[in-house]
């Protein structure tokens, strides 16, 4: 009896102490790409990164490349979009703007042909890759990219 009382002991505090730790931590809840919700800090930088990459039939070595970056701070996010083509102008640029849980909206300031640009885009994350959306189709900036490891 006295074993089962002691492990009856040891099973309540150990619950004590996981229930207090995990409430004292809590600095609020995000959504996820998933559509379910986490408990973050929202001092701590959370890093995504995603490329696709178009190799040429003839060329396989030579290939049209798509990157993405991002970090996430509460509710803000700042990162880098570029499209780094094997044989013609690249467009490089940085991005910064506010996250909503699952949606980045930003402000991008991006180099390309020669020309300096600003312009808005929309980022959702999505679990296996990220949907941009730029305010202007002409500017070629609508991609869908997938997630690989930072």
Known sequence: MTKAISSLVLV???T???TGCSKSGESGTEKNAAGGTEQVDATIPIHHCYQNEYPFDSEPDQKDVEVL???IVGDRAIG???WLPAFKDRRVGQFEGSFDGQTVTAS???TQEGQSMV???SIRLEPERVVIKGE???LGLNASIARVDC
């Open 12 to 14: 309540l505090v150990a």
């Open 16 to 18: 004590l102490i996981s």
């Open 69 to 71: 970056t991002l970090e």
């Open 80 to 82: 880098e979009y570029n």
């Open 108 to 110: 991008y300031k991006f």
């Open 119 to 121: 312009t808005t885009i």
């Open 136 to 138: 202007k189709p002409e």
